[in-house]
């Protein structure tokens, strides 16, 4: 166990609607990733946030955003889905950003599943 | 921009044979690198890093891997497989001057061990 968590765990939705994913990082870690491995393209970072704030954004589509809550848990909102969106969404965490080689711990992900 | 390539997108090796997975890197800084395992529905579990320290990285599960600049490689090995290997294997590579923003990871190489 990684002390990362994530709901759902599994997520069957249509075209078109919205969803929302949640991570509650580890025991005070500050910086949360989302991540989305698909078949096609891999694991991808999407974006990072760190103490509340947007650090770092990766391959992520306009459709998605994504918040850090003051009690350090993360929601990643997905919007319009298409069915390419279908995929495993991770979330990690670690320490500080600013900490070069700390380990980043992930959780066992979300699979979305787009019909 | 930092990359990685894993050669081989499928491993098989047999029960008690030397594991070797490839990782190469590109890099315009010294970067930090790191191999990841992920069971089948499960997340992303860190074997090792080399964060510019000693070369030769020895991880968890008896995992080592090592950092040969001139050949830019962070190759995994194993001297003796065993039938709980079976996963795949993700090489990453972060950069030192962004601390932890991101991880790029390689596509990714599923290890078969053959009884």
């Known amino acids: 166990d990684s002390g990362v968590t994530q709901t759902p765990k599994h997520l069957i939705t249509a075209t078109g609607q919205r969803v929302t994913l949640r991570c509650s990082p580890r025991?005070?870690?500050?910086?949360v990733y989302w991540y989305q491995q698909s078949l096609d393209q891999g694991l991808q970072f999407l974006i990072q946030?760190?103490?509340?704030?947007?650090?770092a954004k990766g391959n992520i589509l306009e459709r998605f955003s994504a918040q850090q809550f003051p009690d350090l848990h993360s929601e990643l909102n997905l919007s319009s889905l298409e069915l390419g969106d279908s995929a495993l969404y991770f979330c990690?965490?670690?320490?500080?950003?600013?900490?070069?080689?700390?380990?980043?711990?992930f959780g066992q992900g979300t699979r979305l599943t787009v019909v | 921009a930092q990359s990685v390539t894993q050669l081989g997108s499928h491993v098989s090796v047999s029960e008690g044979a030397l594991v070797l997975l490839r990782c190469n890197y590109s890099?315009?800084?010294?970067?930090?690198l790191f191999w990841y395992v992920q069971y089948p529905n499960q997340g992303l579990q860190l074997l090792l890093k080399?964060?510019?320290?000693?070369?030769l990285v020895k991880g968890i599960n008896g995992f080592e891997a090592e950092f040969k600049k001139s050949e830019t490689s962070f190759h995994l090995t194993k001297p003796s497989a065993h039938m709980s290997d079976a996963a795949e294997y993700f090489c990453?590579?972060?950069?030192?001057?962004?601390?932890?923003?991101?991880?790029?990871f390689g596509t990714g190489t599923r290890l078969t061990i053959i009884p």
């Open positions: 990690a965490s670690s320490v500080d950003s600013s900490s070069t080689g700390d380990e980043t711990f």
């Open positions: 025991s005070g870690d500050l910086s």
């Open positions: 946030y760190y103490n509340g704030e947007e650090r």
């Open positions: 890099s315009s800084v010294p970067p930090y």
């Open positions: 080399y964060t510019s320290a000693a070369t």
């Open positions: 990453a590579v972060s950069d030192p001057a962004f601390g932890n923003e991101k991880l790029t």
